[in-house]
Structure formats: structure tokens, C-alpha cells
């Protein structure tokens, strides 16, 4: 496979659910990121890895819980969510940090919370 | 006041025709500034940087206002496969992108 991949490509969950989102680049690249679009919203930043640590978290509720195991994979840990957390979740790579590097996206989740 | 604010449109034009539009910004120190593209229920994708001569990829023109703070997107002779949102993404002085909300273009046979 190349590019980003992303699984499930739909989840829904109950508020009381546990369950984990996965990303995978095979694009050799350094950081990785998961933003949230809601409908009709700018894609929101969430998480941001390099080098599998954590450099950003923006102010994201704990009921999100990122994890960078290596390089290339990245999940986000969900729990106890709550039905406005109900999104397109998208993960994405990049070379590195650098300012004009582009950003990959996969093809994201969409998740439903009842 | 938002970091990037697009006109969300939609733009409905017919093929062949000319469709441009613009997005602001509000952070003076920004950087690097691009137009990626997002088909319904799909990713967002790259569609091309913006540089501050301006530069053009096909049928699609970008230019760069800095004194404004803003940035254009031009198709020309549009195609039905232009359908589509096109987000404006700024960013700093860092790593992190901002994200206007998009600005929906159909472009109708």
C-alpha cells in the first residue's frame, strides 16, 4: 500500500464504547497529526508527532488519547466520548516539521457517537 | 476574528466558464500559504502552493496579497471535475496549518 491508510473508515460508538482509531503512513515520513473536521468547520488540529513524540496537543479533551508507537503508525484512543464528538477524523503525515512541507491526508473515519 | 476566512460559496458556474475567489488571513508572520482541494466525503489533497510571485499549474492561477493578506485561486475553463471544496491553509511560522472552511465550487454541463 502507499500513501496514508486509515481504519475503520466508519465507527460508531456509544458514548460508554471504548475503541481506537488507526493510522498508517508508508511514506517514510517523521511526523504525523490528527485533526477533526466537523461539518461546515476548518479542520482542527488535535495531535502532533515527530520522531514518535508528542509536540503538539491542543487542548483536546482526555477522552481522546493519542499514541505514536513508531514512525510510521498512529492511533487515537477514544473513550467515554460524547455525541458532539461526531466527526470526520483525519490523520495525516509530513516530511518533517518543516514550514513549506506538505501535508498527506488518509482518507479518514467517520465517526458517529449515539 | 478567524486565522483564515473563505467565502464559502457555493459558486455555481458552467463548464468552460471562469471561477475565482479569495481568502484572508490574519496572521502577518505567515509563511507559506497553499489551496488544497477536498471532493466530498474524501481527504483533503494538495492542489498547489502559493508563492509570492504568484504561480499557475494548468488551469488553475495563485496569487499572494501580503500587504492585503490574502490569496486568490483563478480556474479557467472549468471542468465538472473541478467540483469540489477548495480549502485556503496558512501557515506561521511553525508546523501548524490553519485551515479556512473551505469554498464550494459545482461546475454544471
Known amino acids: 500500500e502507499t500513501g496514508v491508510t486509515q481504519t475503520p473508515r466508519h465507527l460508531v460508538m456509544g458514548m460508554t464504547n471504548k475503541k481506537s482509531l488507526k493510522c498508517e503512513q508508508h511514506?517514510?515520513?517523521?511526523?504525523m497529526y490528527w485533526y477533526k473536521q466537523s461539518a461546515k468547520k476548518p479542520l482542527e488540529l488535535m495531535f502532533v508527532?515527530?520522531?514518535?513524540?508528542?509536540?503538539e496537543n491542543n487542548s483536546v479533551p482526555s477522552r481522546f488519547s493519542p499514541e505514536c508507537p513508531n514512525s510510521s503508525h498512529l492511533f487515537l484512543h477514544l473513550h467515554t466520548l460524547q455525541p458532539e464528538d461526531s466527526a470526520l477524523y483525519l490523520c495525516?503525515?509530513?516530511?518533517?516539521?518543516?514550514?513549506?512541507?506538505?501535508?498527506?491526508f488518509g482518507p479518514g473515519t467517520r465517526l458517529t457517537v449515539l | 476574528r478567524k486565522e483564515v476566512e473563505q467565502d464559502p460559496g457555493p459558486f455555481n458556474v458552467p463548464e468552460g466558464a471562469t471561477v475565482a475567489f479569495n481568502c484572508t488571513y490574519s496572521?502577518?508572520?505567515?509563511?507559506?500559504f497553499f489551496w488544497y482541494r477536498q471532493d466530498c466525503r474524501k481527504e483533503p489533497k494538495l492542489l498547489m502552493s502559493?508563492?509570492?510571485s504568484g504561480n499557475e499549474d494548468g488551469r488553475f492561477t495563485a496569487q499572494l496579497n501580503r500587504a492585503s493578506q490574502y490569496i486568490s485561486l483563478l480556474i479557467r475553463d472549468s471542468k465538472l471535475s473541478d467540483s469540489a471544496t477548495y480549502l485556503c491553509?496558512?501557515?506561521?511560522?511553525?508546523?501548524?496549518?490553519?485551515f479556512g472552511a473551505g469554498t464550494t465550487v459545482t461546475v454544471r454541463a
Open positions: 495525516a503525515s509530513s516530511p518533517g516539521l518543516a514550514v513549506y512541507n506538505e501535508q498527506f
Open positions: 511514506l517514510g515520513h517523521n511526523a
Open positions: 508527532y515527530s520522531l514518535e513524540e508528542r509536540v
Open positions: 496572521n502577518s508572520a505567515s509563511q507559506s
Open positions: 502559493v508563492y509570492s
Open positions: 491553509v496558512v501557515n506561521g511560522n511553525d508546523y501548524k496549518l490553519s
